[in-house]
């Protein structure tokens, strides 16, 4: 019933889009119709396919998702488009099919990096879990982590080989992902060593915390670095501002409280 509503869904969708194009766009002449035609099919099939990859991969990896994560995905992720709609005014020239692929590529995989972390937060603060819920949620960030891998090589290759381009936005990105993976890594098995224990680890809020601490240091310095690189190839990277002044708010606070503690 679901994949018939998702289906559904998307065929509203996709006629809403060509209504809205038809209608916004001009007139097509008529020799570049089938052409024109051809394109929109294209279009058509990669966002199917692309819905169809990402419902499996949800179903091999977590299963039936909770209202709650339902709901934080969908917040989370008009978030992240309004972030990139403002990276584009940076890199407006570059604007182009390869730009819009990667995009979403990086949509997709964003959206499981948070699906994983509320899942091993559930796992986490549930009472009884069943192992094929750990496997599936190991699997996940184990995978995650080799395609923010593959992807940083490959962003990194060219812009080294090409210079720079929008190619270091998603760098940054699968930096800052693969950063996240192995941090909730670290915390999945400190909730095992916690576990085999029974509870009784007294040193588990100060290790969570440690880790916390050098997980925010790592992603300010890296949104400082990045920052410093797009002012002096782009100009001010304003879609910037607010993610840098979050998390250096992040480390401030964490850094505050490891002083107190100290």
């Given at each position: 019933?679901?994949?018939?509503?998702?289906?559904?869904?998307?065929?509203?969708?996709?006629?809403?889009?060509c209504?809205s194009l038809?209608?916004?766009?001009?007139?097509?002449?008529?020799?570049?119709?089938?052409?024109?035609?051809?394109?929109?099919?294209?279009?058509?099939?990669?966002?199917?396919?692309?819905?169809?990859?990402?419902?499996?991969?949800?179903?091999?990896?977590?299963?039936?998702?909770?209202?709650?994560?339902?709901?934080?995905?969908?917040?989370?992720?008009?978030?992240?488009?309004?972030?990139?709609?403002?990276?584009?005014?940076?890199?407006?020239?570059?604007?182009?099919?390869?730009?819009?692929?990667?995009?979403?590529?990086?949509?997709?995989?964003?959206?499981?990096?948070?699906?994983?972390?509320?899942?091993?937060?559930?796992?986490?603060?549930?009472?009884?879990?069943?192992?094929?819920?750990?496997?599936?949620?190991?699997?996940?960030?184990?995978?995650?982590?080799?395609?923010?891998?593959?992807?940083?090589?490959?962003?990194?290759q060219?812009?080294?080989?090409?210079?720079?381009?929008?190619?270091?936005?998603?760098?940054?990105?699968?930096?800052?992902q693969?950063?996240?993976v192995?941090?909730?890594?670290?915390?999945?098995?400190?909730?095992?060593?916690?576990?085999?224990?029974?509870?009784?680890?007294?040193?588990?809020?100060?290790?969570?915390?440690?880790?916390?601490?050098?997980?925010?240091?790592?992603?300010?310095?890296?949104?400082?670095?990045?920052?410093?690189?797009?002012?002096?190839?782009?100009?001010?990277?304003?879609?910037?501002?607010?993610?840098?002044?979050?998390?250096?708010?992040?480390?401030?606070?964490?850094?505050?409280?490891?002083?107190?503690?100290?």
């Amino acid at each position: 019933y679901r994949l018939h509503l998702t289906i559904a869904l998307y065929n509203q969708i996709y006629r809403f889009n060509c209504s809205s194009l038809s209608f916004l766009t001009p007139p097509v002449p008529p020799q570049y119709r089938p052409a024109y035609a051809r394109g929109a099919a294209s279009r058509n099939l990669a966002l199917a396919l692309a819905l169809c990859s990402w419902k499996l991969t949800k179903w091999v990896f977590l299963g039936r998702l909770r209202e709650a994560e339902v709901e934080r995905l969908s917040e989370r992720a008009k978030e992240a488009v309004m972030e990139i709609c403002l990276a584009m005014t940076i890199f407006r020239e570059e604007f182009n099919v390869p730009f819009v692929s990667l995009f979403g590529l990086l949509l997709f995989v964003k959206s499981f990096h948070w699906l994983s972390q509320d899942r091993l937060e559930h796992i986490e603060t549930s009472p009884a879990v069943r192992m094929a819920q750990h496997v599936r949620c190991l699997s996940l960030m184990g995978a995650l982590l080799l395609v923010d891998v593959f992807f940083l090589k490959y962003c990194v290759q060219q812009t080294v080989e090409q210079g720079p381009s929008v190619l270091l936005l998603f760098a940054f990105e699968y930096i800052v992902q693969a950063s996240g993976v192995i941090s909730s890594f670290i915390k999945y098995l400190i909730f095992l060593a916690d576990s085999a224990l029974e509870g009784a680890w007294e040193g588990k809020g100060v290790c969570v915390f440690y880790l916390e601490l050098v997980t925010d240091l790592f992603h300010l310095f890296t949104y400082v670095i990045f920052f410093v690189i797009i002012f002096m190839f782009y100009g001010l990277p304003l879609h910037l501002v607010r993610e840098l002044y979050w998390t250096f708010s992040n480390f401030r606070n964490r850094l505050l409280d490891f002083i107190r503690y100290r």
